[in-house]
């Protein structure tokens, strides 16, 4: 999504960057507008969300559902998408583990909206020290 609740927009160069890394790897990749997963659930019905770990801590923050975990729950299993979530921002697998067994825990007795996410393994992703927003902002340097 170009635009995001808890953070400034995605300049274009970061958008095309992003976009032509994904593509690369053959698959196709849509942008919008939309900043909540809330919304892109009704836009999309079947898709794969790919998304950093730290965005699903957000994505799962209640504050966006009027703090209801059912709201959150109804409007993240609308449709039929699933989310691909990465390690992105962990140092360790251990402390992975630990965060997904945080979200598994939270959401045990709702297995149905636990089998929406696919963690990727720590071992198979390739670690930066930079943050999305460090990383942001280099990108829009290089494009301005």
């Not at 994904?22 to 659930?41: E, S």
């Not at 993240?76 to 979200?103: H, S, W």
């Amino acid at each position: 999504s170009k635009t995001n609740c808890d953070k400034p927009g995605v300049p274009d160069c970061a958008i095309i960057h992003r976009v032509k890394t994904i593509t690369k790897a053959g698959f196709n990749v849509i942008v919008t507008n939309h900043p909540t997963f809330t919304q892109k659930n009704l836009l999309f019905k079947q898709s794969r969300f790919i998304l950093g770990f730290d965005t699903l801590t957000r994505m799962l923050d209640l504050k966006h559902y009027y703090d209801s975990r059912e709201l959150l729950i109804r409007n993240l299993m609308e449709g039929q998408n699933d989310y691909l979530v990465f390690p992105r921002g962990f140092k360790c697998d251990e402390d992975y583990q630990i965060a997904i067994e945080t979200v598994l825990c939270r959401f045990s007795g709702d297995r149905q909206f636990i089998k929406r996410f696919i963690f990727v393994p720590f071992d198979s992703f390739e670690q930066s020290s930079i943050s999305s927003t460090e990383l942001r902002s280099q990108i829009k340097e290089l494009g301005e």
